[in-house]
Nanobody
Framework: QVQLVESGGGLVQPGGSLRLNCTAS????????MGWFRQAPGKDREFVGT????????YYADSVRGRFTISRDNAKNTVYLQMNSLKPEDTAVYYC????????????????WGQGTQVTVSS
């Protein structure tokens, strides 16, 4: 069982930056691929990006590629989502996810989810 806790959300102006953190429980964090998803009001949950268990491989949605960066520190059981050049359309609840396998882009492929953290981009 893996428990995930996100932090770092908040209100930011367009063009600004924010870093989300996700800390996992357990001693096998380095066996899990991690993902980030988001859900805006009235919309389906959307894939943002993912990182392999080793941290070597990352993959992003077209909507965030070049602006968002995922990284991880396996010694701290933490994965990060660095968000730059934020836009109002990035406003959503952001979720951290984990799966004990290769990276994936479908929410159905992930086994564990955090409670989510709100990101609001507005002037």
């Amino acid at each position: 069982q893996v428990q995930l806790v996100e932090s770092g959300g908040g209100l930011v102006q367009p063009g600004g930056s924010l870093r989300l953190n996700c800390t996992a429980s357990g001693r096998t964090f380095n066996s899990y691929a991690m993902g980030w998803f988001r859900q805006a009001p009235g919309k389906d949950r959307e894939f943002v990006g993912t990182i392999s268990a080793s941290g070597i491989t990352t993959y992003y949605a077209d909507s965030v590629r070049g602006r968002f960066t995922i990284s991880r520190d396996n010694a701290k059981n933490t994965v990060y989502l660095q968000m730059n050049s934020l836009k109002p359309e990035d406003t959503a609840v952001y979720y951290c996810t984990a799966r004990r396998s290769l990276i994936a882009t479908s929410a159905l492929d992930y086994d564990y989810w955090g409670q989510g953290t709100q990101v609001t981009v507005s002037s």
